[in-house]
């Protein structure tokens, strides 16, 4: 059996991608698909969650296997977790995501399935549509109005010491 998964972005209009992979492809090698087809360096911490039809996370797994932390950290390992035993859990959406640090993600759903075609090579990419967003926030604009470190250097730039600065001569 083939899934189609179709990815969407929330921050990025115009972007489409659909992958078709075997049931059998872990999240691991679905990782792996993804950031070379959207040019992501596949090194950076990323996590795909299970998600409700309303998008809410779900299961947690992650390219480290995290399970012996001390934290009680209940995720999995993208590593051997087949996307076929994610979806037989009633799943039929996932969010990778893909900038830990800005909380980015992506959006993939079930589009469709299908019988394996012979002369097909999979996984691949079935659909390419529009530019994806950039894997770091090197392209997202600051709120420059709630950036507490704008407002300190702001703040930094108008300080002008005087005469009487309280350190004596020696500075």
Known sequence: MIFKLRMLSGETDGFVREYEVPESTDLLQLHDLVCGDLGYDPFNFSSFFAADSGWNKLQEYTLEDMQDCDAGIAALPMEGTRLCDVLASGVSRLIFVFDMLSARELFLEVADFKPEEE??????????VGTPPAQTGAGIEADEENDPFSDMMEEFADFEGTEDDGFGDDF
Not at 119 to 128: D, H, I, Q
């Open 119 to 128: 002369a097909v090579l999979y996984p691949r990419v079935a659909l390419s």
